[in-house]
């Protein structure tokens, strides 16, 4: 099939992937753009996961002020090499990571970072909400189980849905990053800072 190099043009500057890689998911796909674009997200999770045993021991910490000096993040954000840290991608994505964490306030980075206390007193709290509903004990504990697994979501920074596309999460964000850049990326921490909250 021919691919009209105006649409590999096009899916080039939408998804930063290479002219061959863009042409051959527009084959696979038979021209269609959104298509060959899930083929390219799928294709770019599979090289990520590759990539993620790999040490990430350089990066960057990078600190995002939000308008009027009240808010504002630092973020440690990691990858292999000291040439990828200094690249424009490389810290668009930190700017991208620290405003999300700006906006969203997350508790953690993953699930396991949550203190399992927080967790048993929202578990207590949905258990209490679902029983007063007086619906029958399995109803309830699918009702308890839905609303731990939003909790998580909500709370968690890789689980959290990215607030410039709300068609991926900071996982899926992050695996495209890494399959772009071809190095392995960690969040390896942060901390958020707001002018009258307590830490």
Do not use: W
Not at 4 to 27: H, I, N, S, Y
Not at 33 to 50: H, M, Q, T, V, Y
Not at 73 to 88: I, N, P, R, W, Y
């Amino acid at each position: 099939m021919s691919i009209d190099a105006k649409l590999v043009r096009d899916l080039r500057e939408k998804t930063g992937a290479g002219m061959m890689d863009c042409k051959k998911a527009l084959v696979e796909s038979n021209g269609d753009i959104n298509l060959a674009l899930d083929f390219l997200r799928k294709s770019g999770i599979a090289k990520a996961e590759k990539k993620s045993s790999r040490d990430a021991k350089e990066g960057i910490i990078y600190s995002y002020i939000h308008n009027g000096n009240k808010l504002g993040v630092m973020l440690e954000l990691g990858c292999e090499t000291d040439f990828v840290a200094k690249t424009d991608g490389f810290i668009d994505l930190a700017n991208n990571i620290a405003m999300q964490i700006a906006a969203t306030n997350p508790l953690a980075i993953n699930e396991e970072n949550i203190d399992p206390s927080i967790i048993a007193k929202e578990k207590e709290i949905y258990i209490d909400q679902a029983k007063a509903t007086g619906k029958p004990d399995n109803v309830v504990d699918k009702i308890v189980e839905g609303k731990l697994n939003k909790f998580v979501e909500d709370n968690c920074l890789m689980q959290q849905t990215f607030i410039k596309n709300p068609e991926q999460n900071i996982t899926q964000l992050l695996q495209e990053s890494v399959a772009k850049i071809g190095e392995n990326i960690t969040i390896n921490r942060f901390v958020r800072f707001a002018i009258g909250e307590s830490s």
